[in-house]
Nanobody, 124 residues
Framework: QVQLVESGGGLVQAGGSLRLSCAAS????????IGWFRQAPGKEREFAAA????????YYTDSVKGRFTISRDNAKNTVYLQMNSLKPEDTAVYYC?????????????????WGQGTQVTVSS
């Protein structure tokens, strides 16, 4: 059983930056691919970024490419999401999730464990 705890959310003006953290416990962290998803009010949860468990290869949805960077520190059991050039449309609750699959996944249903989420609000 893996427990995930997100932190780092908050209120920021458009063009600003935030760094989200996802701290894991209760399992072998390096065995899991980690994804970040986000859910805006009235919308479905959507994939934002993922990082692989073996090679730390990274994957991004088109709307965040060039602005967000996902990274992991297996020694600290933590994954980060650096978010730059934030836009009002990035406003959402951000969740990290862990998947014990061979490769990172973009579908929420393929993830086994989820954090409680952290709110990111970008004002215009």
């Amino acid at each position: 059983q893996v427990q995930l705890v997100e932190s780092g959310g908050g209120l920021v003006q458009a063009g600003g930056s935030l760094r989200l953290s996802c701290a894991a416990s209760g399992g072998t962290f390096s065995n899991y691919n980690i994804g970040w998803f986000r859910q805006a009010p009235g919308k479905e949860r959507e994939f934002a970024a993922a990082i692989s468990r073996v090679t730390s290869s990274t994957y991004y949805t088109d709307s965040v490419k060039g602005r967000f960077t996902i990274s992991r520190d297996n020694a600290k059991n933590t994954v980060y999401l650096q978010m730059n050039s934030l836009k009002p449309e990035d406003t959402a609750v951000y969740y990290c999730a862990a998947a014990g699959t061979l490769l990172p996944q973009v579908t929420a249903g393929r993830y086994d464990y989820w954090g409680q989420g952290t709110q990111v609000t970008v004002s215009s």
